[in-house]
């Protein structure tokens, strides 16, 4: 959701100064920032589902990698010649180098793969605006899961700020993951969101989380 750091009356959003705000807010609040169009885009903490279709993937992605590429969690991507635009997904591919970096943005020409799960908060829209920025910025490859429904969606080509081929499937389909990862994933365990009881003071008003 995009927000306003209300809460933080001190901060004074314009461009060029975004990405020391979301730092700042991200601090004071715990929570995911990104900067997406020029705007603070806030992620609530995930929950559990949303957090295991990631373990999974991790756990069925790493192994099978190429020596010289990495699959780290919660980094981030910068957008080309913007101060601002960040975007940090779920899961990304990148060149093992990135695990001795002091850096904390990639440039969108390392990543070989960007990971997005979908909370069960997120509307359409969002949605499609995360996926034309990952086009925008060129990131060759973008798979996004969605446990709402139990389907998935592998986006390649980016050409023109969207991405040309998408390939749908359903939990239960392998995907099939390009090159140079050239990989097969299994879906068979990634699990759909759903109503669960709320354990006495767990926390359970938080809503499905970023990414």
């Given at each position: 959701?995009?927000v306003?750091p209300?809460?933080?009356?001190?901060?004074?959003?314009r461009?060029?100064?975004?990405?020391?705000?979301?730092?700042?807010?991200e601090?004071a609040?715990?929570?995911?920032v990104?900067?997406?169009?020029?705007?603070?885009?806030?992620?609530?903490t995930p929950?559990g589902?949303?957090?295991?279709?990631?373990?999974?993937?991790?756990?069925l992605i790493?192994?099978?990698l190429?020596?010289?590429l990495?699959?780290?969690?919660v980094?981030?991507?910068?957008?080309p010649?913007?101060p601002?635009?960040?975007?940090?997904?779920?899961?990304?591919?990148?060149p093992r180098?990135?695990?001795?970096?002091?850096?904390?943005?990639?440039?969108?020409?390392?990543?070989e793969?960007?990971?997005?799960?979908i909370?069960?908060?997120e509307?359409?829209?969002?949605?499609?605006?995360?996926?034309?920025w990952?086009?925008v910025?060129?990131?060759?490859?973008?798979l996004v899961i969605?446990?709402?429904?139990?389907?998935?969606?592998?986006?390649t080509?980016p050409?023109n700020?969207?991405y040309q081929?998408?390939?749908p499937g359903?939990?239960g389909?392998?995907i099939?993951?390009?090159e140079?990862?050239?990989?097969?994933?299994?879906?068979d365990?990634?699990?759909?969101?759903?109503?669960?009881p709320?354990r006495?003071?767990g926390?359970?008003?938080?809503e499905g989380g970023?990414?």
């Amino acid at each position: 959701m995009s927000v306003s750091p209300g809460g933080l009356p001190h901060l004074r959003p314009r461009p060029g100064n975004l990405r020391e705000i979301a730092e700042k807010i991200e601090e004071a609040t715990g929570l995911r920032v990104q900067i997406m169009g020029g705007k603070l885009v806030m992620s609530p903490t995930p929950r559990g589902k949303h957090a295991g279709v990631v373990y999974q993937l991790e756990e069925l992605i790493r192994p099978k990698l190429p020596p010289e590429l990495v699959a780290p969690v919660v980094s981030s991507i910068e957008m080309p010649d913007d101060p601002d635009d960040f975007v940090t997904p779920d899961l990304l591919v990148c060149p093992r180098e990135f695990l001795e970096s002091d850096d904390w943005l990639l440039d969108p020409q390392d990543i070989e793969l960007a990971v997005e799960v979908i909370s069960q908060s997120e509307k359409s829209r969002q949605i499609r605006d995360k996926a034309d920025w990952y086009a925008v910025a060129r990131v060759p490859v973008l798979l996004v899961i969605d446990p709402r429904n139990g389907t998935w969606a592998l986006h390649t080509r980016p050409d023109n700020g969207a991405y040309q081929d998408v390939l749908p499937g359903k939990f239960g389909e392998a995907i099939r993951l390009p090159e140079p990862i050239g990989i097969e994933v299994s879906t068979d365990g990634f699990l759909l969101y759903g109503t669960t009881p709320r354990r006495s003071g767990g926390g359970g008003g938080r809503e499905g989380g970023g990414g």
